[in-house]
């Protein structure tokens, strides 16, 4: 550290935006916290007035920051740059993949069936078929004398163990993640209760109550299960142990709410399916209900009330209907038992046949090309069966700093050499998405400013270097090469003519590339016959069209474009029918099975999608 370090520490400073649905939640703020804890910098969030330490994480916590929010990131310390453009990135990263977990998505195929006795409407947590009967959740405590004599501090320990223990158990799927949280959540507690000399069981689960209540009303509120677990475990360590009575036999549980660590004793159990009525889709307990693939939903106290359901009498729970019926007929179980089959087979047959084309009933062939932000994403194409990559989104390949013309061409290769067929994006910074290494002006509305195509004019050497990392990379291989965010012929016209100065520069031939756009902009549908004079393919970019098209921020938290918009499929059938060059489609509208016999209907022969929804809607595909 040098001597201006020491004694003028620096300080940076700004603002990141909360882009998944379920908000800044414990699983990623527990992760950014243990980020920030690696540097001695102070770093503190700020968001509506209140700055808290980002270090702490019941703190980051209590800013309760929801999808569309931001939070201002103040860094001051000697290493406070290399602070800032660290969790820059890292949030980028945490952002990015939990917007690809859905986390509060249940993506139920959707199906038409109907019951002939009325059904009460479920909200979906884990997509399947329960049938059995229902039964209320029963819980009961027993004390452990010996243990009682336990301190606090004993407990707290001995509660931390365990969640490591079970973070070590799980490793290697989503589990793992949760109790880690936890964890990092009772760590903050124990700063808590030491700070405010916080000595019996009884201060410590008021303090417990009082954070979760503090949660109330947010997004956040769903969590509040996480801290009745931890308070579960340290009653636990302490000789109160909770118990949840179940039947031996098939049984769908109906219960207020379960603690987290109650979704290991029920996959264990003869559980069939889980009713809750005090969740949320996102919280952790609807996360490990999903891992466990056991089939739940939320319901309605009131309606279950109004229903006047019984006890211990066959029920069904189709979530692919959205739907409890809790006195279904003879009928009804026969075609619950039908339908459960069916799905069963199609996942399997999924899983089976993802190597295989998808070809519709009547025997068109849709290819299936993946979107690809990584190497690791480029692997997990592979496997899942994608045909070649549809959209590899460049930006997300060097979120930390700026990569060399070395390091940029390595990669490429790395990921060119696993498919033929490649579709390349020129980096799409700008609007939602940010690169920390990249000095973009200021401006009041981003998504309309400097971004996509427009960074050839802005950023040339930039642009440049990735160009020719692009064309070193792929040798003899042809690529697609795409351009984003055009909005007029002469961007890309102008765009293409750089890359091949580039090339004429470096003494390469690009001959064997494609050069075409991605259709986001609503400018380009008025504009096609022009585009075709020059362009050699299209992808439509349904995320950022509807956006523009309906002034709908991508990333607003109470307004959105629904998957079934006829205005849209209208766009994409004209598109398919007017452009005399290849049309293919990598928006997010790809992976909705809701929409999908539509979506064919329109004519369109290529989608570009994530890993995890290939095997689904290539089998999809097979029954349309
Ligand atoms: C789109 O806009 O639909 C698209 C695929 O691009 P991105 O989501 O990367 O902006
Ligand atoms: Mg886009």
């Given at each position: 550290m040098g001597f201006f370090d020491r004694f003028f520490p620096k300080s940076c400073s700004t603002v990141l ?15 950014f916290v243990?980020e920030a804890k690696q540097f001695s910098s102070s770093i503190t969030a700020e968001?509506?007035?209140?700055s808290v330490d980002a270090k702490v994480?019941?703190a980051l ?10 939070f201002e990131l103040h860094c001051k310390g000697t290493d406070a740059q290399e602070a800032m453009d660290h969790l820059v990135a890292f ?310 700093q ?34 920390p290494y ?187």
């Amino acid at each position: 550290m040098g001597f201006f370090d020491r004694f003028f520490p620096k300080s940076c400073s700004t603002v990141l935006h909360i882009s998944t649905k379920s908000g800044f939640h414990l699983r990623p703020a527990a992760a950014f916290v243990s980020e920030a804890k690696q540097f001695s910098s102070s770093i503190t969030a700020e968001n509506r007035g209140k700055s808290v330490d980002a270090k702490v994480l019941s703190a980051l916590l209590s800013l309760n920051l929801e999808e569309g929010d931001h939070f201002e990131l103040h860094c001051k310390g000697t290493d406070a740059q290399e602070a800032m453009d660290h969790l820059v990135a890292f949030f980028d990263r945490l952002m990015q993949k939990e917007q690809e977990k859905h986390p509060g998505q249940c993506n139920t195929p959707h199906a038409t069936h109907r019951y002939q006795n009325p059904g009460i409407p479920v909200t979906p947590i884990a997509y399947g078929i329960a049938i059995a009967p229902l039964c209320r959740l029963e819980i009961s405590y027993t004390t452990n004398g010996k243990k009682r004599e336990r301190t606090l501090v004993e407990a707290i320990k001995e509660a931390k163990a365990a969640l490591l223990k079970q973070h070590r158990e799980a490793s290697g799927n989503d589990d793992a993640d949760i109790f880690l949280a936890q964890h990092a959540l009772l760590e903050t507690l124990e700063e808590r209760a030491k700070q405010e000399k916080i000595e019996t069981l009884e201060a410590f689960a008021t303090l417990l109550h009082e954070e979760a209540a503090a949660l109330e009303g947010g997004i956040l509120a769903s969590k509040k299960s996480d801290y009745l677990d931890l308070l579960a475990h340290i009653k636990e360590a302490m000789g109160e142990t909770r118990s949840l009575h179940l039947p031996e036999v098939p049984f769908i549980l109906l219960a207020d709410d379960l603690l987290p660590s109650d979704i290991e004793k029920l996959s264990q159990s003869a559980c069939q399916g889980v009713l809750l009525h005090d969740t949320s889709t996102t919280s952790h307990t609807a996360i490990l209900l999903r891992n466990s693939a056991i089939p739940s939903a939320i319901i309605s106290k009131t309606e279950i009330a109004a229903e006047g359901v019984t006890f211990g009498e066959e029920s069904i729970l189709d979530t692919t209907v959205d739907q409890f019926i809790p006195s279904p007929s003879a009928e009804d179980i026969a075609l619950a038992k039908k339908t459960e089959d069916s799905v069963r087979r199609s996942e399997a047959d999924a899983a089976k046949r993802r190597f295989e084309p998808a070809l519709t009933k009547s025997g068109k062939q849709i290819k299936i090309l993946a979107n690809v932000s990584s190497l690791e994403d480029a692997h997990a194409a592979k496997e899942a069966g994608a045909e070649g990559i549809g959209l590899l989104r460049t930006e997300f390949l060097f979120t930390q700093q700026k990569p060399s013309l070395e390091l940029q061409e390595r990669r490429y290769a790395e990921i060119f050499s696993l498919f033929e067929d490649i579709t390349v994006r020129t980096l799409d910074v700008g609007g939602d998405k940010a690169l920390p290494y990249l000095d973009l002006p200021h401006e009041s509305n981003p998504f309309l400013g400097i971004r996509g195509v427009r960074l050839f004019k802005s950023h040339p050497a930039l642009m440049e270097e990735q160009l020719l990392a692009l064309f070193r990379a792929a040798e003899q291989k042809p690529l697609k090469i795409m351009f984003p965010m055009v909005s007029s012929v002469a961007e890309f016209v102008d765009a293409k003519a750089f890359a091949q100065d580039v090339a004429a520069r470096h003494g390469l031939s690009i001959a064997h590339h494609r050069f075409g756009i991605m259709i986001e902009v609503p400018s380009i549908l008025f504009l096609i016959d022009a585009f075709d004079k020059v362009v050699d393919f299209y992808s439509i970019g349904t995320n950022d069209l509807a956006q523009y098209l309906y002034a709908i921020e991508r990333t607003h938290p109470t307004l959105s474009v629904p998957a079934e918009d006829p205005l849209l499929l209208k766009i994409i059938t004209d598109l398919v029918k007017d452009a005399k060059h290849p049309v293919s489609l990598c928006g997010e509208l790809a992976s909705e099975t809701k929409v999908l016999p539509e979506l064919i209907e329109t004519g369109i022969e290529t989608l570009s999608l994530s890993a995890a929804h290939i095997p689904t809607i290539k089998e999809r595909i097979r029954h349309v």
